[in-house]
């Protein structure tokens, strides 16, 4: 599944390129933000100021398609990007996506009469 990455900088990176994104996700949204995003066929690194701390996530990906918006107050980069591999595998996206399949068992289970039915009686047996 592509993913699409907004930057709020001027990133130019070339069609076909593989990227390593750095995301991490944000306490009040729990949306993942990149932390850095380097390009491993030319070596070049784009980050924040700030240093990364907590848990983050690391994958890597090829670039689809990336698109920059040049203007004063409103530059920023789109990049469309196909996860290779496994992509990104925080603990806090694999909770998130545990806890969804494990709500969607149990509205399975539920929607087909799950354990909560009481077992039907035997009829006595003629022999």
Same mark, same amino acid.
């Given at each position: $599944? #592509? +993913?699409?990455?907004? *930057?709020?900088?001027?990133?130019?990176?070339?069609?076909?390129? &593989?990227?390593? /994104? !750095?995301?991490?996700?944000?306490? %009040?949204?729990?949306?993942?933000? /990149?932390?850095?995003? /380097? #390009?491993? @066929? !030319?070596?070049?690194?784009?980050?924040?100021?700030?240093?990364?701390?907590?848990?983050?996530?690391?994958?890597?990906? &090829?670039?689809?398609?990336?698109?920059? !918006? $040049?203007?004063?107050?409103?530059?920023?980069?789109? *990049? *469309?990007?196909? =996860? *290779?591999?496994?992509? =990104?595998?925080?603990?806090?996206?694999? %909770? +998130?996506?545990? #806890?969804?399949?494990?709500?969607?068992?149990?509205?399975?289970?539920? &929607?087909?009469?799950?354990? @909560? +039915?009481? =077992? $039907?009686?035997?009829?006595? +047996?003629?022999?």
């Amino acid at each position: $599944m #592509d +993913r699409l990455l907004v *930057l709020s900088a001027q990133v130019a990176i070339a069609h076909g390129h &593989r990227i390593e /994104v !750095t995301e991490q996700a944000d306490p %009040l949204t729990d949306e993942p933000v /990149v932390l850095t995003l /380097v #390009d491993l @066929d !030319t070596g070049i690194r784009y980050r924040r100021a700030e240093d990364p701390s907590g848990d983050f996530s690391r994958w890597i990906g &090829r670039v689809l398609r990336c698109t920059v !918006t $040049m203007g004063d107050a409103g530059a920023h980069t789109t *990049l *469309l990007v196909d =996860p *290779l591999g496994p992509g =990104p595998t925080g603990a806090k996206v694999a %909770l +998130r996506e545990a #806890d969804a399949a494990a709500d969607a068992a149990k509205a399975e289970a539920d &929607r087909w009469g799950g354990v @909560d +039915r009481p =077992p $039907m009686e035997e009829s006595e +047996r003629f022999w």
